[in-house]
Nanobody, 123 residues
Framework: VQLQASGGGLVQAGGSLRLSCTAS????????MAWFRQPPGKEREFVSA????????FYDDSVKGRFTISRDNAKNTVYLQMNSLKPEDTAVYYC?????????????????WGQGTQVTVSS
């Protein structure tokens, strides 16, 4: 059971990046998937989530209108398109799945996590 996150990097403010997270097993296509991030010296925080079929999406207010989550179940992959990046978006970004509980924005409600990918936005 593995989630492989990729796509991070260094970008100037206003730029874009697309993160990818690929699951090792097709069974993850049945589960909600989410992105969290952990800024330097801070707690891990919710960014976005998507239902198993892509029909429902959720965003933190700080990224609404700038980030878009999507998934391609044929490729066992979820994406996070990040536009209009700001220095405060700098963080390690993690994908997560196998949600249980009532609150989709709580890290403890996800069982499996990717290794994280660093996003750095320079001003």
């Amino acid at each position: 059971v593995q989630l492989q996150a990729s796509g991070g990097g260094l970008v100037q403010a206003g730029g874009s990046l697309r993160l990818s997270c690929t699951a090792s097993e097709r069974t993850f296509n049945s589960f909600r998937m989410a992105w969290f991030r952990q800024p330097p010296g801070k707690e891990r925080e919710f960014v976005s989530a998507i239902s198993w079929n892509g029909g429902s999406t959720f965003y933190d207010d700080s990224v609404k209108g700038r980030f878009t989550i999507s998934r391609d179940n044929a490729k066992n992959t979820v994406y996070l398109q990040m536009n209009s990046l700001k220095p405060e978006d700098t963080a390690v970004y993690y994908c997560a799945t196998f949600f249980s509980g009532s609150d989709y924005d709580v890290p403890g409600n996800y069982k499996y996590w990717g290794q994280g990918t660093q996003v750095t936005v320079s001003s």
